[in-house]
């Protein structure tokens, strides 16, 4: 087995023959000392980042190019007398402006990293690195490509040195040696929380021209947790911005409310879905059409889920009579309420059961409500589990099994048939811990109200006649807060939500809801539709990003 061979146990390097030119300094601009210098690591797209960074205008780097290779290049070892002075030459740049260079080679030869000390000690070091396992594969191939192309072989010292260049640990020992941490850009470092580790979330924000949260509110949280990457700003002024997300609308639109929007929002209306104007002749819809609508949709899901609950209920081995409950009692004429996706307990959905009494009254009086829940805890969630564990608990009171389904195996096939079908759409998170939230959005183009804390997308999208909210201030006294949101929540449901909906006219039409429902889908449909989104994130971010790179 051969041993690996390192830099410092191999030969004085060989010049490569190459004269030194100095670059001609325009007049006006000026020489000196780079400000940054890239020195690692090769094969790790160091290319990439270069070309990156050369978009901005104030970034410059030597006409020698992104590699100026001045010290493992033009000379033996024995550095000139003024070795900053000659360096300093070849980094011509405007007098506003920051130059420097990236030699990937630098990194794995300790010889260059003293002569960068001695040239350029106040210079900032850049480094990308690669898992060294890919890294080494990448060489391997390129070394392959060049001998396929003189007709020689891959040599054995090659291999040893794409090897060696992974040995990252090593490599920086030499860096850190010499420079100190401060110089050292650490794109995975967190400034404060770093206790040693890799931080990807800081580096994709290091690495990215541009950052957003998913929701207005998002952004601003997004801005106070991160702002001691910026410690000089305050936190309003952190650079993270926000594009609300929106929904694909003809994905996750029902057949019936399609139908309907067709008739009455005129020909290719969903190319103009982000136009508010689109959705005003939603106030003209006869109160009649609307209903059927809402009905046919909620009728189709109860009866496909009358028909899993028993196929989920005899997976999990329960008793006939529960696994017969759903089946039964599940109506297509009653309120049905949807809550899904995630059982975290950041989702607060406790808050159902928090006042028992009040939520068997809830299901069982004159006035029935049906939910139908959905999702799984993730499986280093104990608290999301304990959570549904004792939902479940109740599960043998009659209320619960006609009245409650869990569903088994949520998946995009499932949620697709719950926002269409579901009247109202339940979201309870504990305050500022919803980024965005797209499912209410799903529900509410096709009719579906919302009954949500206002964090997320909802505390854009509420207007206090369009659905129902909870307060989305912050509590650090969770039990205190969770007792008023529980019995806010019941009140919500018993006076106001249960009551608009069997509320009828003459005419069997729930007027009251059917007016929440149209202001809905006015608000809704054209603020949080994936049209207004990406047209947000042309106008902010990529057309910047184009822009930039010409």
Known sequence: MTALVKPEDKPMRKPWNAPLVVP????????????????GAQ?????WWYDSMRRYPGIQRSPLGKEVHYFDKYWQGNPPEDIAAEYASLFPHKPDSIVGEWTPRYLADPMAIRQLKEAAPEAKLLVMFRDPVARYRSAIARLQRLADDRGDRVLLAQMNDA????????????????????????????????????????????????????????????????????????????????????????????????????RHLGDDWLARAADPATWAPVADIPDADLWAVRSAQRAEFVSWVRGKSVTDRLGRDEPRSYVEAAAGAFDPDALTIGFARRLATYKRLHLLVRD?????????????????????????DDEGKKMVQHLFSFKWAPEIGGRVVYLDD?????????VRGCDVWLNLPRPPLEASGTSGMKS????????????????EGYDGSNGWALPGEEDDDHGAQDHRDAAELHRLLDEEVSREFYERDADGLPRAWLARVKRSLMTNGPE????RMVQDYVRQFYGAGAQSSR
């Open 163 to 262: 090897i060696w260049r992974g040995y990252y640990f090593e490599q920086l020992r030499h860096v850190f040696d010499l420079f100190s941490r401060e110089q050292v850009l650490e794109f995975g470092r967190h400034p404060v929380e770093n206790h040693g580790q890799f931080h990807m979330t800081v580096t994709a924000i290091r690495l990215s021209s541009h950052v957003n949260g998913v929701a207005k509110r998002h952004g601003e949280v997004s801005r106070d947790i991160w702002r001691t990457l910026w410690p000089d700003r305050p936190a309003d002024r952190v650079p993270i911005g926000h594009v609300t997300n929106g929904v694909h609308i003809p994905t996750w639109l029902g057949g019936p409310m399609r139908e309907l929007l067709d």
């Open 24 to 39: 001609e300094c325009p007049a006006g601009w000026v020489t000196g000392t780079p400000d940054y210098v890239g020195i």
């Open 444 to 459: 509410a183009v096709n009719g579906g109200l919302q009954l949500s804390v206002l964090d997320g997308w909802w505390a």
């Open 356 to 380: 028992a009494d009040r939520a068997m009254k809830l299901l069982s009086n004159g006035r029935p409500v049906q939910l139908v829940l959905a999702g799984k805890a993730h499986p280093r």
């Open 528 to 531: 949080f539709s994936a049209t």
């Open 410 to 418: 949520y998946d995009l096939s499932s949620a697709a048939r719950m």
């Open 43 to 47: 094969r790790c797209g160091t290319s």
